[in-house]
């Protein structure tokens, strides 16, 4: 069984930076892709960027250009710069851990983010 372990949310003015950790432990198959999702009060969860172990990477078009997401070295960890924030960035962010080719997915217990305006 795969552990998300997420860490880093918070409470910051807009503009302001934040960087979301996130750790897997357990028996952990690749090709895989970790990334970040969210969830705002009476919205879907929608995706915010995922990196593979190949390290291609996906990000919604409204966060390109202010976040990062990266993997460690040990390709278990990823990470999520998040710079310039915005009100509307204000959610719940969920580490997701996807095996590619077994269509299995994993998901953490959700970090809050709240950027006051």
């Given at each position: 069984?795969?552990?998300?372990?997420?860490?880093?949310?918070?409470?910051?003015?807009?503009?302001?930076?934040?960087?979301?950790?996130?750790?897997?432990?357990?028996?952990?198959?690749?090709?895989?892709?970790?990334?970040?999702?969210?969830?705002?009060?009476?919205?879907?969860?929608?995706?915010?960027?995922?990196?593979?172990?190949?390290?291609?990477?996906?990000?919604?078009?409204?966060?390109?250009?202010?976040?990062?997401?990266?993997?460690?070295?040990?390709?278990?960890?990823?990470?999520?710069?998040?710079?310039?924030l915005k009100?509307?960035?204000?959610a719940v962010?969920?580490?997701?851990?996807?095996?590619?080719?077994?269509?299995?997915?994993?998901?953490?217990q959700g970090?809050?983010?709240?950027?006051?305006?």
């Amino acid at each position: 069984q795969v552990q998300l372990m997420e860490s880093g949310g918070g409470l910051v003015q807009a503009g302001g930076s934040l960087t979301l950790s996130c750790a897997a432990s357990g028996l952990i198959f690749v090709p895989n892709s970790m990334g970040w999702y969210r969830q705002a009060p009476g919205n879907k969860r929608e995706l915010v960027a995922t990196i593979t172990t190949g390290g291609s990477t996906n990000y919604a078009d409204s966060v390109k250009g202010r976040f990062t997401v990266s993997r460690g070295n040990a390709k278990n960890t990823v990470y999520l710069q998040m710079n310039s924030l915005k009100p509307e960035d204000t959610a719940v962010y969920y580490c997701n851990l996807a095996v590619l080719r077994a269509h299995v997915d994993y998901w953490g217990q959700g970090t809050q983010v709240t950027v006051s305006s």
